[in-house]
């Protein structure tokens, strides 16, 4: 039988505040999102049938080598956003979480930097 109160049963066990912020990350990521995957739905409608020069061309612009390096790294930051929701929601031994969140991050910013490096070498010829 326990006979602590509820909020000295509770003390200890409250907000990080970590919770908003990561909240917070979540959804303007996916508001960044919106306009970007569209963007990126319609030029890649708009490039079908294109050869690889036009495709380089395209990819050559400034302003299309910002938006791609955008939607690619706010679309992984996101997803990885989401994967840390679901571990810390689902995996309960706390060395396994810590390990899964740090090699998602980890994957993330592998896959964010393979991607940005691969768009400035192919916009700018190399």
Do not use: C
């Not at 020069?53 to 938006?67: D, F, K, N, T």
């Not at 791609?68 to 706390?94: A, N, W």
């Amino acid at each position: 039988m326990d006979l602590r109160t509820p909020l000295n049963r509770a003390r200890g066990l409250g907000s990080a505040k970590e919770g908003v912020h990561h909240w917070w990350a979540q959804r303007l990521t996916a508001v960044a999102l919106i306009p970007l995957v569209v963007w990126f739905a319609i030029s890649l409608i708009m490039l079908s049938g294109a050869d690889y020069a036009i495709a380089r061309a395209w990819i050559g612009s400034p302003i299309v080598m910002v938006l791609l390096i955008l939607t690619i790294v706010i679309g992984l930051h996101h997803g990885q956003l989401g994967m840390q929701v679901v571990i810390e929601d689902y995996v309960h031994s706390e060395g396994v979480k810590l390990a899964l969140i740090i090699g998602i991050r980890f994957v993330a910013v592998f896959f964010g930097l393979a991607a940005t490096v691969a768009i400035l070498r192919i916009g700018f010829g190399g």
